[in-house]
């Protein structure tokens, strides 16, 4: 004898499986068009942010675009630097940085705490103090902010820039006071006021290998083995294309990250010798791609933000003369489509945070075309960078091809669409680097795994035409 609840029970099922299979395709269904950056980011399980600072927050316009969902990260460009925070002795204010931790409460934005114990933007009670208070006072200051903040913000940057150039630490008022000890006692006390916040080293310069890097290393080293609270290290990249790019930037954060430690690109703009030009902008939007490509390939790396994020707020004008147009938004707020989309591209999106935009139809090359072929070689693999000229005429979209004369293979590219048929490697630009203008450059990059021999290849072609 068949129950009536049968039927019933049958169509509650149907229901449950039908709803079931709708969330499994919300899950699986990849990344829309309009995909913000930190959408994008998140989904390979990093952030993306923009630094702010309290005059910023009275424009309307420029919130909208900061609290938008582009960014899942902040830093208080100012706010909570001991200058402002406690300028004389014991009278604290925090009402800045309250403003901004409650602007990225209300916008579901996390935000990392910048900074507690600095050379620079250091009230002059501080320098002044006898070198037995000075201990005291550094600890009272860290200890009353980060309280002050518990449970609020994602992570500190306890010290601030504390290298010279050489890689030995700055003679400031800590380390003459306290030595080199003063950076462990800062971070213990930092512990001690917030455990659950991740607390950072932060200092310019040291993206690339080299001394000043080789000193942090060693000091984030020595501090893991001391059993020092230290969660991770900030590389701020404040970068120029007139200085060449960081060397071997992956690689570099890869160290850090071996230590045990997280890593993260914490202010991140790169600036140029004003005005700007199509050569210029290129090489610009190739280092945010080559920075993206760095924190995607290091699994602890845990996210970027860049130092505000339109140039209308920009230090850099400010700060080096001639210099400037070093964000991904201009003055007026308007995404640059090469910027933007270069960092989009990087992250897995369209290039353009909207509708994807057709690549263009290759047309022919007249003229003679140039490429410049290096390759940062690690023994059984190796990053290939290519540097494309145009000819004498402009195109509207581009493919490249070449072959290795050995196994090489390719593992990942960017700045384009990368393929391999075989020994010969395809590469057709992106929607943001499609159009050339005559004599214009754009560069690529990739890396491929190897065994045996490495050998360059022998010629390159631009839409068909043989390439010097």
């Given amino acids: 004898m068949s129950s009536p609840l049968r039927p019933r029970l049958a169509a509650v099922l149907a229901l449950a499986l039908g709803v ?16 913000t950056l930190d959408q994008l980011a998140k989904a390979k399980g990093k952030y993306f942010g923009s630094a702010t600072d309290n005059p910023e927050l009275s424009n309307s316009a420029y919130t909208a675009i900061l609290g938008g969902g582009e960014f899942g990260a902040t830093t208080p460009g100012n706010s909570m630097k001991w200058d402002t925070t406690e300028p004389s002795r014991g009278s604290f204010n925090f009402s800045g940085g309250d403003t901004i931790v409650s602007f990225a409460k209300s916008h579901n934005v996390i935000v990392r705490g910048h900074n507690l114990v600095w050379h620079s933007q250091l009230p002059s009670w501080v320098s002044s103090l006898p070198s037995t208070q000075v201990q005291a006072a550094m600890e009272n200051h860290i200890t009353t902010e980060v309280t002050h903040y518990k449970g609020q913000l994602y992570a500190w940057d306890v010290v601030n820039e504390p290298f010279n150039e050489d890689g030995t630490l700055r003679t400031d008022a800590f380390y003459n006071a306290m030595g080199s000890g003063y950076i462990a006692d800062a971070l213990r006390t930092a512990h001690a006021a917030d455990p659950n916040a991740k607390l950072y080293l932060n200092d310019y310069n040291i993206e690339g290998t080299g ?28 970068l120029a294309i ?3 790019f960081p060397t071997n930037m992956q690689q570099n954060l890869q160290r850090f990250a071996d230590l045990g430690v997280d890593v993260a690109v914490t202010e991140l703009d ?25 924190c995607l390939a290091v699994t602890r790396c845990v996210g970027i933000t860049i130092w505000d994020y339109t140039d209308k707020y920009s230090w850099i004008p400010g700060t080096f003369s001639g210099e400037g147009s070093a964000l991904p938004w201009d003055e007026n707020l308007n995404k640059k489509p090469q910027i933007y989309g270069a960092i989009s591209t990087a992250l897995g999106g369209t290039g353009d945070g909207g509708t994807p935009t057709p690549t263009p139809t290759p047309t022919p090359t007249p003229g003679s075309c140039k490429v410049a072929y290096s390759a940062n070689d690690w023994g059984t693999g190796f990053t290939a960078n290519i540097t494309i000229t145009n000819g004498s005429s402009a195109i509207n979209g581009w493919t490249l091809k070449f072959s290795y004369a050995g196994n090489q293979q390719l593992s990942q590219g960017w700045s384009g669409t990368w393929s391999q048929s075989g020994s010969t490697v395809t590469v057709t630009n992106a929607s943001w680097n499609g159009g050339l203008a005559a004599g214009a450059s754009t560069s690529v990059g990739a890396n491929f795994t190897y065994s045996g021999s490495n050998t360059a290849p022998g010629s390159f072609t631009l839409n068909g035409t043989a390439c010097s």
């Avoid at 499994?24 to 068009?33: F, I, K, L």
């Avoid at 060693?218 to 501090?223: D, F, I, R």
């Fill in 20 to 35: 079931l299979l709708a969330l499994t395709a919300m899950v699986m269904r990849p990344a829309s068009a309009a995909s």
């Fill in 211 to 238: 001394a000043k890097s080789d000193g942090m290393y060693n000091l984030v080293k020595s501090l893991k083995q001391q059993g020092v609270p230290i969660d991770g290290v900030g590389f701020e990249s404040h």
């Fill in 242 to 244: 007139q200085y060449g």
């Fill in 270 to 294: 790169v600036r140029m010798q004003l005005p700007a030009d199509t050569t210029k902008v290129n090489t610009q939007a190739q280092y945010y791609t080559n920075v993206v490509n760095a």
